[in-house]
């Protein structure tokens, strides 16, 4: 029987466990540039004995970016930082895919080159504010991007993908959750269109599958997975029937020889759970990575029964570095600080003690 600690092949690679550092958003990347830095290569290089690590999100181009400080994977000096973070990790026996992404409306024109107006799939506001430079500023409306936009918006993901084998990654995973742009279109709360990328199941898929099969161009099929999270509410998005938008989004992502589907259970803030994910494991092809407060206990028996095949771990992994070998040993757990999870220096990023 697979437990948290049996390997697992993915593609070309062996992970030694189950256990998947989690995409964690921490905004320490160097500015001006979003570039990699010493303190990210430790920090990522403390966590290698994750069986997978999933990078914080990076933004596939300067238009992609929604917060301060959240690294790039675009351009050169981008490259160069993630290949030092790539390149000690190895070292110490580890491997990370990373994140691509595009933040779409969760953004702001203070964020954006020349101030531009954020971009989404239709021109609704979301409720709250965006976190510039100067603080919180409401979020403001949207516009809508045109038809001819969007081959020019795949084409950002695949050069992203791109510069991802540059810098040394091992596969990437494209985010089409939480509320950002590919979200953004999955969903029929933010989607009002009326052309071939809004509507039906399948265009509203449509733009997610373009930048899937851009992103194949690059990479084998077993280094790519998919996230989606389908009853989150964060960043104000909702759908009307997220069972079948999203049973339909697994299916359409099958057939392709994916490594797998990452999926957010649940609504992340309150925990309530009213989709079926048994479904949607079902409707995917490959391997099915299950997120959202998991602990150890419940990690196990999910994976005993064959309800996922990986699970990711973001909190604990943040707070101990060493989070197998804790798991492991059924060791305490140091307790995440909530006020160094975004920016900041060292403190609550690379100062979280090991059991040794
Ligand atoms: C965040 O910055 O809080 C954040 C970023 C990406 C996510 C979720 C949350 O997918």
Known sequence: MNDLF????L??????????????????????????????????????????????AAQVSPEGVGYPGTPGIHSQEQVQGWRAVNDT???KGGRMFVQLWYCGRISHPDLLPDGQ????????????????????????????????????????YRQAAQCAVEAGFDGVEIHSANGYL????????????DDRYGGSL??????????????????????VGVRISPENSFNDIRDSDPQGTFNFVAKALSGKGLGYLHVVEGEM???ERSVDYRQIRDNFDSYYMANCSYDKACAQSTIARGDADMVSFGQLF????????????NAELNVPDPDTFYGGDKKGYTDYPTLA
């Open 117 to 156: 107006q954020p971009v989404s799939a239709s021109a609704i506001t979301p409720a709250g504010d965006a976190i510039t430079f100067e603080g919180m500023k409401a979020f403001v409306e949207p516009r809508a991007l045109r038809t001819d936009e969007l081959p020019g918006i795949v084409e950002q």
């Open 6 to 9: 049996s390997p697992i092949g």
């Open 318 to 329: 943040l707070a101990n570095p060493d989070l197998v070998q804790r798991f492991k040993t």
């Open 89 to 91: 990790l190895h070292a």
């Open 269 to 271: 803030m309150s925990g």
């Open 11 to 56: 593609g070309n690679l062996t992970l030694p466990n189950r256990m998947v550092m989690a995409p964690l958003t921490r905004n320490r990347a160097a500015m001006p540039g979003n570039v990699p830095q010493a303190m990210n290569v430790s920090y990522y290089a403390q966590r290698a004995s994750a069986g997978l690590i999933i990078s914080e």
């Open 202 to 223: 399948e265009n509203r898929s449509r733009l997610l599958v373009e930048v899937l099969s851009a992103v194949l161009e690059i990479w084998e099929p077993a280094q």
């Open 182 to 193: 590919l979200d953004q279109f999955l969903r029929d709360g933010t989607n009002l269109r």
